[in-house]
C-alpha cells in the first residue's frame, strides 16, 4: 500500500467513498434544466440528497438536512452546489448549469468503471484495490440491504459523523501532500514527513474498511489516526497547522487586550469616566479565557470566532472612555470608516481574482449606509446614537471581509 501515488489514492478514494454512498443512497438524477436561486420541482430534491448522501451536506439539521430535503432551491443548496462544484473542478458558482449537469454525469456514469481502470493499470498495487474497492462494494450494499429502511434513513448521526471525519483525513492527507512537495521544490528537510503520510494512508484504508464492514467506531478511530498522522507529516514537513494559526491569532488577541487595559488605566489616571470602559474590557477578558478553553478542546473555528469576538469588546472598550461626547463619537466614525476602506481594497482585490464578492459587496453596502446614519447623528449632536452606528458600520465591514 506504501507505493500508492498521491493523486491515485486521494482522487480515488475521494470518488469511490462518496459516489458509492451516493449511487447507493440517492437515485439516479434527471437534470434537464438549469438550477439556481428560487426554483422548485422534484429535481431540486432529487440534487439535495445528491449532494447530502456526497458528503456536500446542505444542513445539518432541519430543512436541507439528510432525509428532510425540499423542491425549492435556496440559499444552504446554492452553498453546497458550490461546495461540489468547487470540489470538481468547476467555477464554484453555486449555479447548477449545462457544466455541473455534465459533471453529474460523468460521476454517476463512472463509478463503476474508475475501479476497472486501476485494476487494468497492470501494477499489483492497482489490482489489490480494485479488489478491495470491489469487496467493499459489496459488503456496503450487503448491509444497506438488510436494513428496512428507505435510502434516505440509511445516513444516521453516527454514520455521518464517521463521513466527516472521513473526508477530513482525505483533506489533511492531500494537504500535508502538497506541503512535503512543496518543501522538496525548497530544499527542505521533511523529517519523518514522508513515513507519517504514508501511516495516514494506511489509517484512511483501514478507516473506509471498518466503515464498510459496519464496525463505525472503529472506522471513526482509523480516521482519527489518519488526520493525527497526516497533521504531523504537514507540520514535519515545515507547515503551520491550523491550530497553531489560531493559537497565534488568540496570543495576538491578548496583547491587544493588554493594550486596551493600559489605554484605560492610563484615562482612568487622567481622570476620565472608565466604568463602562473596565465593565466592557471584564467581558473582554471573559471571551478571551473562553476561546482558550475551545481551543484546547480543539473546537478551532468556535475558538477563533470567540477570540474574533473578545477583540471586537476590547476595541469597544477604548471606544467607552469618557462621556461619550462629541470627540469619541467622531473617532468612532473614523475607526468605521477605515474598516470600510480596508473592507472595499479587500473586496476589490478578491473581485480581480475571481471571487464570488456579491455577498461581500451588500453587507459593505449596509455598512455604508449605518455610516451615513452615524454622521446625521454626529450632525445632530446625539453623539451615543452616532457611536452606536459607526460600531455597527465597523462590525458590518469586518463581516464583509469575513464572507470572502
Known amino acids: 500500500m506504501k507505493s500508492f501515488k498521491s493523486s491515485l489514492f486521494v482522487g480515488l478514494f475521494i470518488f469511490t467513498f462518496f459516489s458509492f454512498a451516493s449511487v447507493t443512497s440517492a437515485a439516479s438524477c434527471d437534470f434537464s ?22 458528503g456536500f451536506i446542505i444542513s445539518n439539521t432541519g430543512v436541507g438536512s439528510p432525509g428532510n430535503e425540499t423542491s425549492l432551491l435556496r440559499g444552504l443548496t446554492k452553498d453546497a452546489i458550490a461546495e461540489w462544484q468547487a470540489a470538481n473542478g468547476l467555477p464554484a458558482s453555486g449555479f447548477f448549469g449545462p457544466a455541473s449537469r455534465q459533471k453529474y454525469a460523468e460521476l454517476v456514469k463512472n463509478v463503476g468503471s474508475a ?3 486501476v485494476a487494468s493499470s497492470g501494477t499489483a498495487t492497482g489490482a489489490e484495490l480494485a479488489a478491495k474497492l470491489a469487496e467493499l462494494k459489496a459488503q456496503l450494499e450487503k448491509a444497506q440491504s438488510q436494513k428496512a429502511v428507505t435510502p434516505a434513513a440509511v445516513v444516521t448521526v453516527t454514520e455521518k459523523s464517521v463521513k466527516d471525519a472521513i473526508q477530513k483525513a482525505l483533506k489533511e492527507i492531500a494537504n500535508a501532500e502538497d506541503q512535503i512537495e512543496d518543501a522538496k521544490d525548497d530544499g527542505q528537510s521533511i523529517g519523518s514527513a514522508e513515513s507519517n503520510i504514508e501511516d495516514a494512508k494506511e489509517d484512511l484504508f483501514d478507516a473506509v474498511s471498518s466503515y464498510f464492514a459496519g464496525d463505525l467506531a472503529k472506522a471513526y478511530t482509523y480516521a482519527d489516526n489518519a488526520i493525527d498522522n497526516a497533521n504531523d507529516a504537514f507540520e514535519d514537513a515545515g507547515g503551520e497547522s491550523e491550530a497553531d494559526e489560531v493559537e497565534q491569532y488568540i496570543d495576538d488577541t491578548e496583547d491587544e487586550i493588554d493594550a486596551a487595559r493600559d489605554t484605560i488605566e492610563q484615562a482612568d489616571d487622567d481622570g476620565e469616566d472608565v466604568e463602562e470602559a473596565e465593565n466592557l474590557l471584564e467581558d473582554a477578558e471573559d471571551l478571551l479565557k473562553q476561546a482558550n478553553d475551545e481551543l484546547e478542546n480543539d473546537k478551532l473555528d468556535d475558538a477563533k470566532d470567540t477570540a474574533k469576538e473578545a477583540r471586537s469588546v476590547a476595541d469597544d472598550a477604548v471606544d467607552a472612555i469618557g462621556s461619550g461626547g462629541s470627540d469619541d463619537a467622531e473617532s468612532a466614525i473614523d475607526k468605521a470608516k477605515d474598516a470600510i476602506d480596508s473592507a472595499e481594497d479587500e473586496i476589490n482585490e478578491a473581485d480581480d481574482d475571481g471571487d464570488d464578492v456579491n455577498d461581500a459587496e451588500d453587507l459593505l453596502d449596509e455598512a455604508n449606509d449605518k455610516l451615513d446614519e452615524a454622521e446625521e447623528a454626529l450632525d445632530d449632536k446625539d453623539y451615543e446614537e452616532a457611536i452606536d452606528l459607526a460600531k455597527e458600520a465597523r462590525s458590518l465591514a469586518n463581516d464583509a471581509v469575513d464572507e470572502l
Request: proline share 0%; with cysteine; hydrophobic share 30%.
Open 33 to 54: 434544466r438549469d438550477l439556481e436561486i428560487g426554483v422548485d420541482g422534484e429535481d431540486v430534491r432529487c440534487l439535495q440528497k445528491y449532494l447530502n448522501s456526497s
Open 115 to 117: 475501479v476497472s481502470a
